[in-house]
């Protein structure tokens, strides 16, 4: 049974920081594409960042410079860090598993930005 389980959302201040952590299992995590979305009230699901096997990455431009992605192998964990945190940045964060026809989501986790 495969679960991703994402943890470290919630209320921050706008210019303020959060980590996100995405658990695996049940899954080869190594071999698999691991993403971060987000998903706003009214707005479509969109992706955040990705991070390839190898450690590749990429982002979406609202996002670069402001939130790194990482994963640990061993731990079957990839993470997210976010800086800078804008109330834009305010969604439900959803953590992706994709290999081919293989495509796993979380539960979400909210984040909450705010003064």
């Known amino acids: 049974q495969v679960q991703l389980v994402e943890s470290g959302g919630g209320l921050v201040q706008p210019g303020g920081s959060l980590r996100l952590s995405c658990a695996a299992s049940?899954?080869?995590?190594?071999?698999?594409?691991m993403g971060w979305y987000r998903q706003a009230p009214g707005k479509q699901r969109e992706l955040v960042a990705r991070?390839?096997?190898?450690?590749?990455?990429n982002y979406a431009d609202s996002v670069k410079g402001r939130f790194t992605i990482s994963r640990d192998n061993a731990k079957n964990t990839v993470y997210l860090q976010m800086n800078s945190l804008k109330p834009d940045d305010t969604a439900v964060y959803y953590c992706?598993?994709?290999?081919?026809?293989?495509?796993?989501w979380g539960q979400g986790t909210q984040v909450t930005v705010s003064s």
């Open positions: 992706n598993a994709l290999l081919g026809v293989h495509d796993y």
């Open positions: 049940g899954i080869a995590f190594s071999v698999y594409v």
């Open positions: 991070i390839i096997s190898g450690g590749g990455t």
